[in-house]
């Protein structure tokens, strides 16, 4: 499969933006989708996930209740909705696959991936 993200740009703090991840080749729905992002000069992080029927989802620590990650299969899309950004959410923002049973936070389990968009919040 491949995964297409959108909707990065430049925001204030305290703003609100909806990436997109688009899929082509396979249908998304028989995949665990996860969302991770990668700050300068840090390793590539979890940010949330969401299993393949839409109903469970898992978020870091540090977005949980600002982040909301949804899909729709119909449509062959995975959402990620950042509200209450901070300048610390600044970071290239991936979209991934993995063929897990159940969403997964571990970055090994997922076996592809887009290729970022990135997101900068500025203070």
């Known amino acids: 499969v491949q995964l297409a993200e959108s909707g990065g740009g430049l925001v204030q703090a305290g703003d609100s933006l909806r990436l997109s991840c688009t899929g082509s080749?396979?249908?998304?729905?028989?995949?665990?989708m996860g969302w991770f992002r990668q700050a300068p000069g840090q390793e590539r992080e979890f940010v949330a996930t969401?299993?393949?029927?839409?109903?469970?989802?898992l978020y870091a620590e540090s977005v949980k209740g600002r982040f909301t990650i949804s899909r729709n299969n119909a449509q062959n899309m995975v959402y990620l909705q950042m509200n209450m950004m901070k300048p610390e959410d600044t970071a290239v923002y991936y979209c991934?696959?993995?063929?897990?049973?159940?969403?997964?936070?571990?970055?090994?389990?997922?076996?592809?991936w887009g290729q970022g968009t990135q997101v900068t919040v500025a203070s």
């Open positions: 080749g396979r249908a998304l729905s028989i995949f665990v």
């Open positions: 969401i299993d393949r029927s839409g109903f469970d989802t």
């Open positions: 991934a696959a993995s063929d897990s049973e159940w969403a997964s936070a571990t970055i090994g389990t997922y076996g592809y």
